[in-house]
């Protein structure tokens, strides 16, 4: 419904646009005809586009009025408040001064021949009170557009005012000048000169583009990433606590701190921490060590098809990295020949700061000749994976990525399959699970549990995995367990980047085949002895975590409890600069990098976030380091097993609600897990009080995060 209000608003006002600018180089036009007959001809051609410009309006204001009935109003207040009156009054004026003016001249010229207009025709045909209204329209419409890629949202009052202050001034000039037509064509007949008007429209428009290209170039400079910059370094946002009187003194506190240029150590009696600081257990003697090497190396995949890889140990995907529950890991990295450097991040572990692999903002990147070693426990039992944060959506797509695995301590009561389904989506060689881009054969014996751990890699792919033959349980979201999960059947679980899901069946007598996407070509095919027919593709609908499974833990907090923080997370697409660009960028709360939030908690806190997505794409945001309960979709609870997630698919039109317990200090990213949004600036982090970084990215850093 909001992709679909939201696109029609975005139709009508394009063809607003262009008719409104075509109506008013019409009705301006009608002073210079020559002769009655032609008047009357081209002023009755104006009905015409007063009736679609009023079609258009009406469709933009059913829209919008549609989306305040059925939406949030961060989707709404600027498009009801400010796109639908700037559609519906120049319409209205068209009405109401443009209309009667109209009639009058149709009737005074019906039935002429071709005579020449006289000084009352001409004067009718140059009224200000009958042209200008169709003139306002078509800068209404630039406003319009202005507004519907520059959306004012968050709101700011300098946003909406400053644009509509040169739209009154353009509009009183059009007045001026319309009026001194009309005194010319009462004087003499105009005559129509299209070179000349067509110089003065060129050089018009060259002056405004004079004009505005200074401030564009230099915000465009200005967007440029610095040679340094501090990660502590960004717009501080505090949030709105629920308690009015320690919102007051927050809010005081933000104009103190409105740009946090030093660390962050702000309130009273916080002492400041390094993120070097906040390791996990460097001494003791490891239960697992694993050694990735980031390396280069020639791979060829399952079809034939040949890559030039990054890899981790020469294989795409890296080694799965399976451990137990509270052992102490330890993991060294080192570089090889990546010549942008690499780093090691653990998806969806909650690792201590320090070991969480951010290049600029936990470590420096790992150039090629170095090495880095992570230590940590790991405390969260299910399905992770790790992957490169330095140039991450180069790295990943390239191959520097691999799964995680944490096993419970204590064996399952029954053993089980267990098959890692981690997709990519190679460049030029398309889908595959891991290396493997054809049918993959297992031999099962009916009666076996199965656990299938899907993990989606891709850039931009929402995946769908498709499980046919056997009805199955959705044991676990992002690596966190679910309870009382129920049977589905023909159900499509979908999984953008960085998403996980657990599933588990009981294997039956008749093959079962697991499809990635909706073809037969790449699939897992599970049978007595591994060969037999790949089922049709039964109808499906999508699963949703909202409702799935039955509430047996008690939540630590819910949509009732007291928030220290309340936070809001407006993702969109804009018009913006960024690093030296211009163009429509995805943006978080109506920035991109460095403008982005930084939002600043204190440990101990409870957060609450709501993300809302006034974009027109899907959007997986990631929280390092901390798991979010997810208490609402669109206003609605969420009911049955808690559902926690790292990676929360956020489609167009969605509000959520998240929260988390701030209990892992640090400097933590918070993106979207499209990398390639993300490396366009669709990044941010969460700020612990107190901790500092040592690390900058920056153009004369070798750190890219994204
Ligand atoms: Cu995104």
Same mark, same amino acid.
């Given at each position: 419904?909001?992709s679909?209000?939201?696109?029609?608003?975005?139709?009508?006002?394009?063809?607003?646009?262009?008719?409104?600018?075509?109506?008013?180089?019409?009705?301006?036009?009608?002073?210079?005809?020559?002769?009655?007959?032609?008047?009357?001809?081209?002023?009755?051609?104006?009905?015409?586009?007063?009736?679609?410009?009023?079609l258009?309006?009406?469709?933009?204001?059913?829209?919008?009025?549609?989306?305040?009935?059925?939406?949030?109003?961060?989707?709404?207040?600027d498009?009801?408040?400010?796109?639908?009156?700037?559609?519906?009054?120049?319409?209205?004026?068209?009405?109401?001064?443009?209309?009667?003016?109209?009639?009058?001249l149709?009737?005074?010229?019906?039935?002429?021949?071709?005579?020449?207009?006289?000084?009352?025709?001409?004067?009718q045909?140059?009224?200000?009170?009958?042209i200008?209204?169709?003139?306002?329209?078509?800068?209404?419409?630039?406003?319009?557009?202005?507004?519907?890629?520059?959306?004012?949202?968050p709101?700011?009052?300098?946003?909406?005012?400053?644009?509509?202050?040169?739209?009154?001034?353009?509009?009183?000039?059009?007045?001026?000048?319309?009026?001194?037509?009309?005194?010319?064509?009462?004087?003499?007949?105009?005559?129509?000169?299209?070179?000349?008007?067509?110089?003065?429209?060129?050089?018009l428009l060259?002056?405004?583009?004079?004009?505005?290209?200074?401030?564009f170039?230099?915000?465009?400079?200005?967007?440029?990433?610095?040679?340094?910059?501090?990660?502590?370094a960004?717009?501080?946002?505090?949030?709105?606590?629920?308690?009015?009187?320690?919102?007051?003194?927050?809010?005081?506190?933000?104009?103190?701190?409105?740009?946090i240029?030093?660390?962050?150590?702000?309130?009273?009696?916080?002492?400041?921490?390094?993120?070097?600081?906040?390791?996990?257990?460097?001494?003791?003697?490891?239960?697992?060590?694993?050694?990735?090497?980031?390396q280069?190396?020639?791979?060829?995949?399952?079809?034939?098809?040949?890559?030039?890889?990054?890899?981790?140990?020469?294989?795409?995907?890296?080694?799965?990295?399976?451990?137990?529950? !509270?052992? /102490?890991?330890?993991?060294? %990295? *080192? =570089?090889? +020949?990546?010549?942008?450097?690499?780093?090691?991040?653990?998806? #969806?572990?909650?690792?201590?700061?320090?070991?969480?692999?951010?290049?600029g903002?936990?470590?420096?990147?790992?150039?090629?000749?170095?090495?880095?070693?992570?230590?940590?426990?790991?405390?969260?039992?299910?399905?992770?994976?790790?992957?490169?944060?330095?140039?991450?959506?180069?790295?990943?797509?390239?191959?520097?990525?691999?799964?995680?695995?944490?096993?419970?301590q204590?064996?399952?009561?029954?053993?089980?399959?267990?098959i890692?389904?981690?997709?990519?989506?190679?460049?030029?060689?398309?889908?595959?699970?891991?290396?493997?881009?054809?049918?993959?054969?297992?031999?099962?014996?009916? !009666?076996? /549990?199965v656990?299938?751990? %899907? *993990? =989606?890699? +891709?850039?931009?792919?929402?995946?769908?995995?498709?499980?046919? #033959?056997?009805?199955?349980?959705?044991?676990?979201?992002?690596?966190?367990?679910?309870?009382?999960?129920?049977?589905?059947?023909?159900?499509?679980?979908?999984?953008?980047?960085?998403?996980?899901?657990?599933?588990?069946?009981?294997?039956?007598?008749?093959?079962?085949?697991?499809?990635?996407?909706?073809?037969?070509?790449?699939?897992?095919?599970?049978?007595?002895?591994?060969?037999?027919?790949?089922?049709?593709?039964?109808?499906?609908?999508?699963?949703?975590?909202?409702?799935?499974?039955?509430?047996?833990?008690?939540?630590?907090?819910?949509?009732?409890?007291?928030?220290?923080?309340?936070?809001?997370?407006?993702?969109?697409?804009?018009?913006?600069?960024?690093n030296?660009?211009?163009?429509a960028?995805?943006?978080?709360? #109506?920035?991109?990098?460095?403008?982005?939030?930084?939002?600043?908690?204190?440990?101990?806190?409870?957060?609450?976030?709501?993300i809302?997505?006034?974009?027109?794409?899907?959007?997986?945001?990631?929280l390092?380091?901390?798991?979010?309960?997810?208490l609402?979709?669109?206003?609605?609870?969420?009911t049955?097993?808690?559902?926690?997630?790292?990676?929360?698919?956020?489609?167009?039109?969605?509000v959520?609600?998240?929260?988390?317990?701030?209990?892992?200090?640090?400097?933590?990213?918070?993106?979207?897990?499209?990398?390639?949004?993300?490396?366009?600036?669709?990044?941010?982090?969460?700020?612990?009080?107190?901790?500092?970084?040592?690390?900058?990215?920056?153009?004369?850093?070798?750190?890219?995060?994204?």
């Amino acid at each position: 419904m909001y992709s679909l209000l939201t696109n029609l608003e975005l139709g009508a006002t394009m063809l607003f646009v262009i008719f409104s600018f075509i109506a008013a180089g019409k009705a301006s036009k009608l002073v210079y005809f020559d002769t009655e007959k032609m008047l009357y001809r081209k002023t009755r051609k104006l009905l015409f586009w007063t009736i679609s410009l009023s079609l258009l309006a009406a469709a933009v204001a059913t829209a919008d009025t549609m989306l305040a009935a059925t939406a949030h109003p961060l989707f709404w207040m600027d498009r009801l408040l400010i796109r639908t009156p700037l559609a519906i009054l120049p319409v209205l004026l068209i009405w109401i001064g443009s209309f009667p003016r109209m009639r009058k001249l149709l009737h005074r010229t019906h039935g002429r021949t071709e005579i020449a207009p006289d000084t009352a025709r001409r004067r009718q045909a140059s009224d200000p009170a009958f042209i200008v209204p169709f003139q306002l329209a078509a800068l209404c419409a630039v406003a319009l557009f202005y507004f519907a890629f520059v959306p004012p949202i968050p709101f700011r009052w300098t946003a909406v005012t400053m644009p509509t202050t040169v739209l009154l001034f353009i509009a009183c000039l059009l007045w001026m000048l319309q009026t001194r037509r009309n005194q010319l064509a009462a004087q003499a007949p105009l005559v129509y000169r299209p070179w000349r008007r067509r110089l003065q429209h060129t050089g018009l428009l060259l002056a405004i583009a004079a004009i505005l290209s200074i401030p564009f170039l230099t915000a465009m400079e200005s967007s440029k990433l610095p040679e340094h910059l501090s990660m502590m370094a960004g717009k501080a946002d505090y949030g709105l606590p629920a308690n009015a009187s320690q919102r007051e003194k927050l809010i005081a506190h933000q104009h103190q701190h409105n740009q946090i240029a030093k660390p962050a150590s702000t309130s009273e009696g916080i002492t400041s921490t390094p993120v070097t600081e906040l390791t996990g257990p460097r001494a003791g003697e490891p239960d697992r060590k694993f050694t990735l090497t980031a390396q280069h190396k020639s791979i060829t995949l399952s079809s034939g098809k040949q890559l030039e890889a990054w890899t981790y140990n020469g294989e795409i995907p890296g080694p799965e990295l399976r451990m137990k529950e !509270g052992e /102490l890991i330890e993991v060294t %990295l *080192i =570089n090889k +020949d990546i010549e942008g450097g690499a780093t090691l991040h653990w998806h #969806g572990l909650d690792v201590p700061n320090a070991e969480d692999g951010v290049a600029g903002a936990t470590q420096n990147a790992v150039m090629p000749g170095e090495s880095f070693t992570y230590r940590f426990v790991a405390e969260q039992v299910g399905t992770f994976w790790y992957h490169s944060h330095q140039s991450s959506k180069l790295a990943v797509e390239k191959g520097l990525f691999g799964a995680l695995i944490v096993e419970p301590q204590e064996a399952a009561a029954q053993a089980y399959e267990d098959i890692t389904v981690i997709t990519h989506n190679w460049r030029g060689a398309g889908m595959s699970i891991g290396a493997d881009q054809t049918v993959q054969q297992r031999a099962i014996a009916p !009666g076996t /549990l199965v656990k299938l751990r %899907l *993990i =989606n890699t +891709d850039d931009w792919v929402r995946q769908s995995y498709i499980l046919t #033959g056997a009805p199955f349980k959705v044991t676990a979201i992002d690596g966190t367990d679910l309870t009382g999960p129920t049977e589905l059947r023909d159900t499509s679980l979908d999984l953008l980047t960085g998403g996980r899901y657990d599933v588990e069946f009981i294997m039956p007598e008749h093959p079962v085949f697991l499809r990635v996407g909706k073809g037969k070509s790449l699939g897992i095919l599970m049978s007595k002895d591994g060969s037999g027919d790949i089922p049709e593709l039964p109808a499906t609908t999508t699963f949703d975590p909202t409702h799935y499974g039955k509430a047996t833990a008690k939540a630590p907090f819910d949509i009732n409890s007291h928030f220290d923080r309340a936070f809001v997370m407006i993702l969109d697409n804009r018009f913006a600069f960024y690093n030296g660009g211009f163009a429509a960028y995805d943006t978080i709360n #109506g920035e991109v990098f460095p403008n982005t939030p930084m939002f600043v908690v204190k440990e101990g806190e409870l957060v609450k976030t709501t993300i809302v997505n006034r974009s027109s794409v899907e959007h997986p945001m990631h929280l390092h380091g901390h798991h979010m309960l997810v208490l609402s979709r669109n206003e609605e609870p969420v009911t049955g097993s808690l559902w926690w997630s790292d990676t929360l698919d956020v489609a167009p039109g969605e509000v959520y609600e998240v929260a988390f317990r701030a209990d892992n200090p640090g400097i933590w990213m918070d993106h979207c897990h499209n990398l390639v949004h993300a490396s366009a600036g669709m990044t941010m982090h969460l700020m612990y009080e107190g901790v500092t970084s040592p690390f900058e990215v920056g153009t004369a850093t070798h750190n890219h995060p994204e």
